[in-house]
């Protein structure tokens, strides 16, 4: 069992910038965030491999979004930048153990409580 806590979302005006944490209590594999929206499916929105020298990003989102992690520490990062009233949402950090890149729900095994993320216009 992995315990994944995610951190730092918030209030934020339209242009301005978050950066979300996620920390877990070992080391985590491949690593994703994903967000929902009120009354929305759950989205995928970018993932890392267990190096760190693979990542990828929903269309939505690149270009504006940075995901990173440090192994040292257990933690995966999600920078949000240019952010858009349209990102507001409760994001999910997810851990798999299959150390590549992963773009789906399914396949991931452990999810963190969310954080909220509003983006005002």
């Known amino acids: 069992q992995v315990q994944l806590v995610e951190s730092g979302g918030g209030l934020v005006q339209a242009g301005g910038s978050l950066r979300l944490s996620c920390t877990a209590a070992?080391?985590?594999?491949?690593v994703a965030w994903f967000r929902q929206a009120a009354g929305k499916e759950r989205d995928y929105v970018a993932a890392?491999?267990?190096?760190?020298?693979?990542?990828n990003y929903a269309d939505s989102v690149k270009g504006r979004f940075t995901i990173s992690r440090d192994n040292a520490k257990n933690t995966v990062d999600l920078q949000m930048d240019s952010l858009k009233p349209e990102d507001t949402a409760v994001y999910y950090c997810?851990?798999?153990?299959?150390?590549?890149?992963?773009?789906?729900?399914?396949?991931?095994?452990?999810w963190g409580q969310g954080t909220q993320v509003t983006v005002s216009s």
């Open positions: 997810a851990a798999g153990g299959r150390g590549r890149i992963m773009t789906r729900s399914s396949e991931y095994d452990y």
């Open positions: 070992k080391r985590i594999l491949s």
């Open positions: 890392i491999d267990w190096s760190g020298s693979t990542t």
